[in-house]
């Protein structure tokens, strides 16, 4: 009896201890790591005041190079970078929708260009950078995709980086393989690995979001055929189902399910293990964004000079390109109090000084986005091997950067048509019903009457 | 006799009601409102029952019925039979009673993110440790997680092992309190362990029987997170459960539907769950 | 096989077989099936989180075969301090605000629902019914989290501990309540009314007498619940975003990036957050099926 008094005393006491920390906790923090940090800096007291910046990155994006500059800039001007991480994919997308509409946003934010930034209804939200001087320095192709009526809220956080096929050089000089240029090439090349006794290609249907790449990796090959259908898709007068040129995406995929080109165990491999497979020359191809070959380079460091990349063959061999991603960028919160400080980081960041500490921490995973920035010599070859598709402008934006529609359930879709659960033209016409759903919602021109 | 009202003063229930009714009842009142309308978090426009019509639209939703019938019943039967058991024997005269006690309740306390990820991987098909065990034996399991018409009581399965220690609590409590007079009374009449499990101890751990069916029937009509974990609703749509699909709307920004969801969701939930719960309680056999 | 010779003094006599080998056999078959019982269990239950502590003792590379072998290599030491040092150490201010969650919503939520629990029980009519309905229908709801949200702004409570705290003892509100007032139905009327004859006022009676009596219950809404609020993953990160304000399942998410998941630390991570819980279970586990013993299970 006597001890379980005391305990009730304790957890009473307990009580109010918690409520009063609870009340004076959050000062607290700021006060502690204001101190710290105080603490450390000597030299740049003088010159500049002390800035903190709140930074939100997902869990998905590799912050080595930003973290260098980071430090440059704290020894430079005194702001510190608190990077705040979240979980990537729709998950996090909701996260930074509810936390703009909250008004909690960060000072600086990671987060897609094109369609899926624009979404977020940046003029709200963001700072117009463009009177700053250092966004003449960006290429117009990715302005665009961050300018809204004219302002432009963000810059390149990285480079570009292609959708297409990454390939092993070594089991391709084993078997005496060309790169294809047709998808016929490319099918007849599969078969002939698989009767090597290795795997084609490899799904990777552990990590869902990796089974979208055949369909939007082909979307070059759309562009060429079908120039308008992003306009037409957009406006509700295409769809994927009776697009012959964009139900091919989905009917490639069904065609190596049907071949019987991927490996076993497609639903608990991994993204991880793909990118084993593909090092270690136990699988040939893995169709995949490019930004897998820095993660190939940490993990398999003496197999990435093995690894090539061609884009997703069409039907023609003159008219072989390949799909290109615009970087993820940095965006300012307007309503910052540390808008000064935010814009003075992305001044170093793009300047000469900021991208030399950059590119010393991160290699190029496609062509830059700045002005007169070329691929460095030691770039992975298969970013080399973008160089062709570039010289002669086979090169086309992937959907997202043209339409603001991107239906949520595309990924589980197509791990259906992947394993041959249904086919191309059902998985197709699912998909489009998922786009309605989504431009409905969302309350798209043309879609709600 | 004093009156009711002034023993119990309902000023006892204000503290309860203001917080419930603040950070509960009166968003969820919102979110009734907002299922009619197309709502991205600053402007809404209504626009009558259209969430409704495009939910029940959705070709993954049928699945989706399905899947969460399949989660529910199966995790509630197999908690009430697994429960029932491990409490049988946890109340007979055992020595290692605590130590089993505390290691079937164990996987109540751990996180069902952890829980998810753990079996995750002692679930893959060819180098999880469940095939492994099971090749030991000469037997070629399946690919649990992979397997669409599998997956769905793979799940299952890693639900009722982290909950059945509630379930079993609770049986261990509703035998605990059958006076143990019972219990002679049937050996002086001759019966064994088996009648006595049959005549006494089934129909007086009714009640908590009911609790167990009714906490684990709102449970798993409810919950996907550890779906979430294991399979992401998948391969595909194939172990989506309604919870999921709305929480996956919910992501995709379509709050107004995800809402409207939720709507249906508390309606299927009631449905199911009040009927059974007066037909229990109406047979329910006092002590 | 037994000897003939030895026959005749090994084996009992025939009569005696009849008498005393059932009580030899049933001990032995309660025996076989006790330790048959032991080793079920430990296979089924404790077996994964043998996996678990020993993938967190090993190397990454180890860890990332995921087999449950005996670590070549132990890195104990290496892995807990690198799990405690991530992210600025991220784990320990994790700790700090789980637990203040935790503690400060469990004993709001013991008050505030004994009380509405006792009223809610006691009385009788159809008002405090639809009351009943109202709190229960909880349990069904899943919680609405943008209005929510929208509620806490209000109130200047989102993004703030307070808010948190207040959100998670509203949405266990429903299932304490359930627990409080199967409990309470068993403790007699007659003392209510003595107590208001010797003078006492309705909180005097709830706080002097009827709170006391509820310590088995307490226990169990105790344990029930704070695993769940310190295991809660989605509330905190709707509810109380922000760097500072990490709760412990959020850096299970440090380990598992899109490039390579660290299995060891992962686990160790998830070792190190199931400590709390269990410490707590250690101190209540015999005082859960008291509480629910005397009436919850009635429902």
């Known amino acids: 009896m006597k001890s379980q008094k005391k305990l009730w005393l304790f957890l009473g006491a307990a009580l109010l201890l918690s409520l009063f920390l609870a009340g004076c906790g959050s000062n607290n923090n700021e006060d502690t790591a204001a101190n710290e940090t105080s603490g450390e800096s000597t030299n740049t007291e003088e010159e500049f005041p002390e800035t903190e910046i709140s930074f939100l990155v997902d869990n998905q994006t590799v912050t080595d190079g930003i973290d260098a500059v980071a430090a440059e800039v704290k020894e430079r001007y005194n702001i510190t970078l608190n990077t705040e991480i979240r979980p990537g994919g729709t998950e996090g997308d909701n996260i930074v929708k509810t936390r703009l509409a909250t008004g909690e946003m960060t000072d600086m934010m990671w987060y897609n260009s094109g369609s899926l930034f624009k979404a977020l209804n940046p003029e709200e939200y963001f700072y117009d950078l463009s009177g700053e001087e250092f966004v003449e320095k960006i290429d117009e192709t990715f302005i665009e995709t961050v300018s809204v009526d004219g302002a432009t809220y963000g810059i390149p956080g990285e480079s570009a980086s292609a959708g297409g096929w990454l390939y092993n050089k070594k089991v391709y000089e084993e078997l005496g393989l060309e790169v294809p240029n047709t998808w016929d090439e490319l099918m007849a090349n599969n078969d002939a690995i698989k009767e090597a006794g290795k795997v084609p290609v490899i799904a990777s249907y552990g990590d869902t979001w990796t089974s979208q790449l055949v369909i939007l990796a082909d979307y070059y090959n759309v562009h060429s055929q079908a120039p308008t259908f992003a306009e037409d898709f957009t406006a509700n007068e295409a769809k994927f189902a009776d697009t012959p040129e964009a139900l091919r995406g989905f009917e490639k995929l069904s065609e190596l399910q049907e071949a019987g080109h991927f490996n076993s165990e497609e639903t608990s491999t991994t993204y991880e293990d793909a990118l084993r497979m593909l090092a270690e020359g136990e699988a040939a191809h893995y169709p995949i964004l490019t930004f897998a070959l820095p993660a190939i380079e940490e993990t398999y460091p003496d197999q990435i000079d093995d690894i090539g990349f061609f884009g997703q063959p069409g039907e023609n061999a003159e008219d072989h390109g390949m799909t290109l991603w615009m970087p993820g960028g940095l965006y300012a919160n307007k309503d910052s109090e540390n808008v000064e400080a935010v814009t003075q980081f992305m001044e170093f960041f793009l300047s000469e000084e900021g991208q030399e500490l950059y590119m010393a921490e991160m290699k190029a995973q496609g062509p830059y986005v700045l002005k007169g920035v070329e691929l460095p010599e030691d770039a992975y070859p298969a970013v080399k091997e973008m160089v062709p598709y570039l010289e002669e402008g086979r090169v086309g934006p992937a959907l997202e950067f043209l339409s603001p529609l991107k239906g949520p359930n595309l990924e589980q879709i197509l791990v259906e048509v992947g394993l041959g659960m249904t086919s191309a033209q059902e998985g197709a016409e699912s998909y489009d019903q998922d786009v309605e759903r989504q431009a409905q919602q969302l309350d798209l021109e043309g879609w709600n009457e | 006799m004093l009156k009711v009202n002034k023993i119990y003063s309902l000023k006892l229930l204000i503290p309860a009601a203001i917080i419930y009714g603040l950070?509960?009842?009166?968003?969820?009142?919102?979110?009734?409102?907002?299922?009619?309308?197309?709502?991205?978090?600053?402007?809404?426009?209504?626009?009558?029952?259209?969430?409704?019509?495009?939910?029940?639209?959705?070709?993954?939703?049928?699945?989706?019925?399905?899947?969460?019938?399949?989660?529910?019943?199966?995790?509630?039967?197999?908690?009430?039979?697994?429960?029932?058991?491990?409490?049988?024997?946890?109340?007979?005269?055992?020595?290692?009673?605590?130590?089993?006690?505390?290691?079937?309740?164990?996987?109540?306390?751990?996180?069902?993110?952890?829980?998810?990820?753990?079996?995750?991987?002692?679930?893959?098909?060819?180098?999880?440790?469940?095939?492994?065990?099971?090749?030991?034996?000469?037997?070629?399991?399946?690919?649990?997680?992979?397997?669409?018409?599998?997956?769905?009581?793979?799940?299952?399965?890693?639900?009722?092992?982290?909950?059945?220690?509630?379930?079993?609590?609770?049986?261990?409590?509703?035998?605990?309190?059958?006076?143990?007079?019972?219990?002679e009374a049937i050996q002086i009449d001759g019966g064994n362990k088996f009648d006595a499990f049959k005549n006494i101890t089934l129909p007086l751990s009714r009640p908590a029987t009911n609790a167990v069916i009714i906490l684990a029937l709102i449970g798993g009509l409810r919950t996907f997170d550890l779906v979430w974990a294991m399979t992401g609703g998948g391969p595909g749509f194939s172990s989506d459960l309604i919870a999921s699909i709305i929480y996956k709307q919910y992501q995709a920004g379509f709050y107004g539907l995800s809402t409207a969801g939720n709507v249906i969701l508390f309606l299927l939930v009631a449905l199911i769950v009040f009927p059974i719960f007066k037909m229990l309680t109406r047979k329910e056999v006092d002590i | 096989m037994q000897q003939p010779l030895n026959d005749k003094k090994m084996m009992p006599q025939p009569e005696h077989e009849k008498n005393k080998n059932p009580k030899k056999k049933v001990n032995f078959t309660k025996i076989a099936v006790e330790v048959m019982a032991v080793i079920v269990v430990i296979l089924t239950f404790l077996v994964p989180f043998y996996f678990i502590l020993v993938n967190s003792f090993k190397t990454s590379a180890e860890a990332s075969q995921l087999s449950i072998s005996w670590p070549t290599e132990f890195r104990i030491i290496e892995n807990f301090t690198e799990v405690l040092q991530a992210q600025n150490g991220m784990l320990i201010r994790a700790f700090f605000n789980s637990s203040i969650i935790t503690v400060s919503s469990i004993l709001i939520l013991m008050v505030v629902a004994s009380m509405a629990g006792f009223i809610l029980q006691r009385r009788t009519g159809k008002s405090i019914s639809v009351i009943g309905a109202i709190f229960l229908s909880g349990l069904m709801i899943p919680p609405a989290v943008v209005p929510t949200i929208w509620v806490l702004e209000r109130l200047s409570l989102f993004k703030t501990m307070p808010g948190i705290i207040l959100v998670m003892v509203a949405i266990s509100i429903p299932f304490s309540i359930i627990l409080y007032t199967g409990f309470i139905a068993t403790i007699p009327k007659d003392i209510d009314e003595a107590a208001i004859i010797d003078g006492c006022s309705s909180w005097q009676l709830f706080f002097k007498i009827i709170f006391p009596m509820l310590k088995p219950i307490h226990a169990t809404v105790i344990i029930l619940n704070s695993v769940q609020i310190f295991n809660d993953f989605v509330h905190p990160?709707?509810?109380?975003?922000?760097?500072?304000?990490?709760?412990?399942?959020?850096?299970?998410?440090?380990?598992?990036?899109?490039?390579?998941?660290?299995?060891?630390?992962?686990?160790?991570?998830?070792?190190?957050?199931?400590?709390?819980?269990?410490?707590?279970f250690l101190i209540f586990s015999k005082k859960i099926v008291a509480g629910m013993t005397a009436g919850s299970v009635k429902g």
């Open chain 2, 23 to 183: 950070l509960f009842v009166f968003p969820t009142v919102m979110s009734f409102f907002f299922s009619f309308t197309r709502w991205n978090l600053r402007e809404w426009t209504w626009i009558g029952f259209d969430n409704f019509k495009m939910f029940f639209d959705d070709p993954s939703l049928l699945i989706g019925f399905k899947n969460t019938f399949i989660f529910a019943f199966v995790t509630t039967i197999l908690k009430v039979i697994f429960g029932l058991l491990f409490a049988v024997f946890l109340t007979s005269k055992i020595k290692t009673k605590d130590f089993l006690r505390s290691a079937i309740f164990f996987p109540v306390l751990v996180s069902t993110i952890a829980v998810g990820i753990a079996f995750s991987v002692l679930m893959h098909p060819s180098e999880g440790l469940i095939n492994e065990v099971l090749a030991f034996f000469g037997i070629s399991g399946p690919n649990w997680l992979g397997n669409p018409t599998l997956a769905l009581y793979s799940v299952a399965l890693v639900d009722v092992w982290k909950g059945v220690g509630i379930a079993t609590v609770i049986f261990i409590a509703g035998m605990m309190s059958i006076p143990k007079d019972y219990y």
């Open chain 3, 237 to 280: 990160l709707y509810f109380f975003p922000g760097a500072d304000n990490a709760t412990v399942q959020l850096t299970l998410y440090n380990f598992m990036s899109m490039y390579n998941t660290s299995w060891n630390l992962l686990f160790a991570n998830v070792l190190l957050i199931t400590i709390p819980p269990f410490i707590l």
